[in-house]
T-cell receptor
């Protein structure tokens, strides 16, 4: 596709359940970022993938959060044992390299009841 | 750590009014600076950027100048339109660094009334 896509667009889950959020990057973009947009914290960096290098996980808020990027393309962000404070919009952004403009997907709105 | 601070909103203006949204940053070194915009129901879009001191970014009538001496990157527009109603985010990043991740301000919601 022409842009970054994310799925699902909305996800409602119960506290304690696991969720998976998906990001499909722009073709050829080797760098991929996950951010979280929440009312209390604004926009926060979560994790960064660059090619086949080990991801930079320095922004992940807890060990309940993890992410994978298969074949340098699609990425999945997994949140285990969700808590109400995990409710937020999760944004994916991709770019050709860390020297270039990041393009954002529309986000997944996660609501934990 | 590095951070970005921008004026809190919401900001409400009449059409054709002058807009300023203040943004300051703290960083070790000289990051690149950005303004992103989020229109209602849409994703984040890059509005403009500046990569070094004294650079001026401009787009769609918006401008911002990278001021190293005041560590600022204020967004301005001479005559706002209703279609400019959106949330504006100031951000910094070290291009080409180990991450290149963006550090965002909390956003300023702008509403322009006809």
């Amino acid at each position: 596709g022409a842009g970054v896509s994310q799925s699902p667009s909305n996800k409602v889950t119960e506290k304690g359940k696991d969720v998976e959020l998906r990001c499909d990057p722009i073709s050829g973009h080797t760098a991929l970022y996950w951010y979280r947009q929440s009312l209390g914290q604004g926009l926060e960096f979560l994790i960064y993938f660059q090619g086949n290098s080990a991801p930079d996980k320095s922004g992940l808020p807890s060990d309940r959060f993890s992410a994978e990027r298969t074949g340098g393309s699609v990425s999945t962000l997994t949140i285990q044992r969700t808590q109400q404070e995990d409710s937020a919009v999760y944004l994916c952004a991709t770019t050709v390299s860390s020297y270039n403009e990041q393009f954002f997907g529309p986000g997944t709105r996660l609501t934990v009841l | 750590g590095d951070s970005v601070t921008q004026m809190e909103g919401p900001v409400t203006l009449s059409e054709e009014a002058f807009l300023t949204i203040n943004c300051t940053y703290t960083a070790t070194g000289y990051p690149s600076l950005f303004w992103y915009v989020q229109y209602p129901g849409e994703g984040l879009q890059l509005l403009l950027k500046a990569t070094k001191a004294d650079d001026k970014g401009s787009n769609k009538g918006f401008e911002a100048t990278y001021r190293k001496e005041t560590t600022s990157f204020h967004l301005e527009k001479g005559s706002v339109q209703v279609s400019d109603s959106a949330v504006y985010f100031c951000a910094s990043s070290f291009y080409g660094g180990s991450q290149g991740n963006l550090i965002f301000g909390k956003g300023t919601k702008l509403s322009v009334k006809p």
